[in-house]
């Protein structure tokens, strides 16, 4: 599963840093790859501000946060704490964890604030599959292979445009939805990105709410769209 970019990006992932707030093993809670054992890579940064967020401890990148490694790793609560890496170094310690899961979700924060080309390549390279979890108002780079789940946010406090090209570049669409206001404006997004029929449309209830959760019920089996349920929140893990 290497990609064309990876032949290039080597001098990259020696320069490329991220910085990372937390890297933990679980199971994908939502979307298509529910149920799929995964390394979760939580990137630090995100200047979205969605009301709902329940990482808002990944928003700020403050200096006084910056800590090594082993602190990040060892982070039993959430916490603006991040430390920076380079993409072989995250691989190192991904490989020296232990960890099992082959598959790999960028999340944040807001990833894509970042050139994910080199860190999906590098993770490629081990024989992962890596997916980004985005809110499309960054332009997306990454690994051709890495599949990717925009969450449009729109109209959030940091008033920034959800992108076509994000849009387009989706594998899968997956809304959040509280109210019939938040289809409506997805049903917008849609119509004026000109979305391409193979990509996969899901709704997701924000916070478990039940109004929310039939709606999304109503409007998924209309439109024959998926739904999606966190279903992490339901079992209480990561
Ligand atoms: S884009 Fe994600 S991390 Fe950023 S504010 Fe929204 S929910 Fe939180």
């Not at 200096?63 to 490694?69: I, M, Q, S, V």
Request: net charge negative; proline share 4%; aromatic share 6%.
């Amino acid at each position: 599963m290497v990609c064309d970019q990876c032949s290039l990006s080597s001098v990259i992932r020696m320069t490329s840093l991220y910085k990372i707030n937390e890297i933990f093993q679980t199971i994908q809670g939502e979307g298509v790859f529910t149920g799929v054992p995964s390394v979760f890579i939580r990137l630090q940064g995100c200047p979205v501000g969605c009301a709902w967020c329940d990482t808002k401890q990944t928003w700020e990148t403050d200096e006084a946060d910056r800590r090594e490694f082993q602190d990040v790793i060892m982070k039993t609560q959430d916490s603006p704490a991040w430390c920076e890496m380079t993409p072989e170094e995250i691989v190192k310690r991904y490989q020296e964890q232990g960890y099992t899961a082959k598959h790999i979700v960028i999340t944040g924060g807001e990833p894509c604030i970042y050139d994910l080309t080199a860190l999906s390549c590098a993770f490629e390279h081990v024989g992962c599959r890596c997916q980004i979890e985005t809110s499309g108002t960054s332009e997306i780079k990454a690994s051709e292979n890495t599949w990717v789940t925009v969450s449009p946010k729109i109209g959030m406090k940091g008033k920034l445009p959800v992108l076509t090209s994000a849009l387009l570049r989706a594998n899968e669409i997956k809304h959040p939805v509280g109210t019939l206001k938040d289809i409506e404006q997805l049903d917008t997004l849609l119509k004026q990105a000109r979305i391409p029929e193979e990509t996969i449309i899901a709704l997701q209830p924000i916070s478990q709410k039940q109004r929310a959760t039939e709606l999304c019920i109503q409007v998924c089996t209309e439109r024959n769209w998926r739904l999606s349920i966190q279903t992490h929140k339901y079992l209480s893990i990561a």
